[in-house]
């Protein structure tokens, strides 16, 4: 099966006969989750955030059936509270937790390492190299985790992630359900009881560490002895593609690190590296066994390799490469007809200073919007709001400050932020964008869109019922497509000088793709050249110049122009335009 390594884990964790699996979408990792949801006999669901995801499958292992739980890099850091106290009381079958890192940042907001999460939580961590290994590695965590009693990390990268490769695959082998005893002084976190298990997680960080020393997931692979190289996941693979004929240490578990083994591969080579990307995890290890071992230098931490990079950091000369530079730029767009797109041209209008959010509309920050001000993590943008309008209130500052946020956000991390703001009597405006999906992500649902991972219908959570429930009073609803309302409601929201919400609401238009639409046509006749419809940052409108007036006075001006095949029929444009130059028909 030519599987990616997302689909490979999900095709690891049914062999194993996981029952329970659950997560937040979140790239580079949203694809193991819809590809559970696949699988009969799974109850795979997308759960508000990454800590309920896993609080649910460690009910499910401590219920006695196996469980995996999915998040990006950035997840774990919200599901880390109850990682760091599983890892004391241990389940009763299985867990795996995948942690899908983003060297590069294609998609993230950090560039952070989580094999260092494995160190600090005390627990095993797996690092697959490709998409068979992906699978493998899935079903030999499953045993690791029911072995030693413990939670296992699996991570990947999103070249592994995302990459293809051939996977052959097993025979399902579901595990008997275990039976839940209970055990207050296992599961029960008052200290008294965590100060014995704490010791029991010391003394099965030793057991792992012999494991680690022994277990296949760990090879030498003997070449020239000349140099050796130590590497996992996807870095073993540049590094194999930069010197083929050198010896390896390839780690398939990366913690803890099997010192015995490093040591006797140490022993046979004449010169020690360490291939990894971001932080020298292994490296700093190595070193700490008293190892003389080179790494790559501090300015290649940056990033992710590749073979040529690699090569470099083993002492080759940097490829000589002519640069191109005739390419246009290509930076990120939101969409044609982006519902988004018209909420952040009227916050601009308005002179807002507006705290932002993870999703798609975080691009509202690239010109020609240029509408937001801050954008740190899920669920931060009204928590930045507050602090910012307690600020300018102080400073006698008195200029407006939205807090923007998506839908699928907001459930995520938003409501208590909304809460504190009711709560500490803040004035701020809470627009929330919804356009009922994950839509960064590819459209996965979530609580308020009212179906489930595998599409069934179920309970829609209603936000502005959630918004009052919150104590905030001031709710409206209105359609982005509609300017005129949009611009209305804001201004009296942001006047009224209390909390307030804005519930910005019309589908991605990704939704409703397929849909017949009416293209916006340009009058070039009525068209005056002002441009003010270019600041919608529409990718299917866009300009050429032409001259106006008399061949001997000609002055240059710019014309819009309307690409059919991308316009989605929206309207914003036409409303921008003062003198009627833009017509178009409703969807």
């Known amino acids: 099966m030519l599987l990616s390594g997302n689909e490979a884990i999900a095709r690891g964790a049914y062999e194993a006969g996981v029952k329970v699996a659950a997560s937040y ?17 799974i109850h795979a669901q997308w759960s508000p955030n990454e800590k309920v995801a896993l609080d649910v499958a460690f ?63 005390k627990v095993p961590m797996l690092e697959p190299a490709d998409s068979q ?38 025979k399902v082998a579901p595990a008997a359900p275990r039976h839940f005893e209970r055990d207050t002084r296992k599961y029960v976190m008052i200290p008294g009881h965590a100060r014995l298990r704490h010791v029991v997680v010391e003394e099965r960080l030793e057991r792992l560490r012999q494991f680690a020393n022994r277990t296949p997931l760990n090879r030498i692979e003997m070449g020239d002895p000349a140099l050796g190289i130590v590497a996992a996941g ?198 929330i964008l919804d356009n009922r999906t994950t839509a960064m992500t590819g459209r996965q649902d979530h609580p308020a869109t009212g179906r489930t991972a595998r599409g069934e219908q179920t309970h829609q959570l209603e936000l502005e019922a959630l918004c009052r429930a919150c104590g905030v009073d001031d709710v409206a609803v209105v359609d982005p497509y509609d300017l005129n309302a949009l611009e209305t409601t804001l201004k009296r929201a942001l006047a009224a000088r209390r909390p307030s919400v804005v519930i910005a609401r019309h589908e991605c238009v990704l939704l409703t793709r397929g849909a017949p639409k009416a293209p916006a046509h340009v009058i070039e006749e009525a068209c005056v050249g002002c441009g003010m419809c270019l600041g919608l940052g529409c990718p299917a409108l866009g300009a050429v110049r032409r001259l106006r007036g008399s061949a001997r006075g000609a002055k240059d001006r710019l014309k819009p122009v309307v690409t059919p095949e991308l316009c989605a029929s929206c309207g914003l444009c036409a409303q921008i335009c003062r003198h009627e130059a833009i017509q178009w028909e409703p969807a």
């Open 234 to 431: 996807a870095a073993y693979q540049y590094a194999r593609e930069a010197r083929p004929t050198a010896s390896f240490l390839k780690l398939g578990m990366s913690y803890p690190l099997p010192d015995e083994l490093i040591r006797e591969f140490a022993s046979r080579v004449k010169r020690l590296f360490v291939i990894e990307e971001l932080d020298p995890f292994l490296e700093e290890g190595i070193a700490a066994l008293g190892i003389e071992v080179h790494g790559k230098p501090h300015a290649m931490r940056l990033g992710e390799l590749d073979a040529a990079s690699a090569a470099v950091a083993l002492g080759d000369k940097p490829p000589r490469a002519e640069p191109i530079t005739d390419l246009p730029a290509r930076p990120p767009v939101l969409c044609p007809g982006c519902p988004h797109s018209g909420v952040f041209y009227v916050l601009r209008k308005l002179k807002a200073v507006v705290a932002g959010d993870i999703g798609c509309y975080t691009l509202s920050v690239l010109p020609p919007l240029e509408a937001m001000d801050t954008c740190v993590c899920m669920g931060a943008a009204i928590g930045h709001a507050a602090g910012l309008e307690r600020a300018f209130d102080i400073a006698g500052d008195k200029r407006p400050v939205v807090g923007a946020i998506g839908d699928s956000t907001f459930v995520h991390a938003g409501i208590a932020p909304l809460i504190d703001l009711v709560y500490n009597k803040g004035c701020a405006t809470v627009v």
């Open 25 to 41: 979408p979140g790239t580079p990792a949203t694809e193991i989750l819809e590809s559970l949801a696949t699988y009969e006999g």
């Open 133 to 170: 290994e992906a699978r493998d590695f899935v079903i030999e965590a499953f045993r690791i985790s029911e072995e030693f009693d413990t939670p296992v990390l699996l991570r990947t990268t999103t070249r592994i992630a995302h990459g293809k490769s051939l996977v052959r695959p097993g």
């Open 59 to 121: 009910g499910a292992a401590l219920g006695g059936v196996r469980a995996l739980a999915s998040m990006k890099h950035v997840g774990l850091n919200v599901a880390a509270d109850s990682l760091f106290t599983i890892a004391y009381t241990g389940m009763t079958a299985g867990l795996v937790v995948v942690s899908a890192d983003d060297p590069g940042m294609h998609s993230s907001q950090n560039e952070q390492d989580n094999r260092h999460y494995a160190r600090a939580a």
